[in-house]
């Protein structure tokens, strides 16, 4: 049984920071392609950073040089460290899991307030 939950959520100031952490289980971890998407109230799901089976990654011009995403194969477990927060980043977190499908977590709730 696949299981990816994500954690780290919360309520930060705008400027601050967080760290999300998404432990997979039931998978290959170092043959899925990881990545975090996120979904604001009343908008659609949309791409925030993806990291690859050897480590590249990709991000949402909206996010460049303020998230970071990595990975720790030992612990089967994708992070996304968000500093320089912003309003606009709240929503609702998404890890998602890549190889022959795509799995997904249930979700964390980010609230950025100005």
């Known amino acids: 049984q696949v299981q990816l939950v994500e954690s780290g959520g919360g309520l930060v100031q705008a400027g601050g920071s967080l760290r999300l952490s998404c432990a997979a289980s039931?998978?290959?971890?170092?043959?899925?392609?990881m990545a975090w998407y996120r979904q604001a109230p009343g908008k659609q799901r949309e791409f925030v950073a993806r990291?690859?089976?050897?480590?590249?990654?990709n991000y949402a011009d909206s996010v460049t040089r303020r998230f970071a995403i990595s990975k720790n194969n030992a612990k089967n477990t994708v992070y996304l460290q968000m500093a320089s927060l912003k309003p606009e980043d709240t929503g609702t977190y998404y890890c998602?899991?890549?190889?022959?499908?795509?799995?997904w977590g249930q979700g964390t709730q980010v609230t950025v307030s100005s």
């Open positions: 039931g998978i290959d971890f170092r043959s899925n392609l």
């Open positions: 990291i690859s089976t050897t480590g590249s990654t």
């Open positions: 998602a899991a890549t190889r022959f499908q795509t799995y």
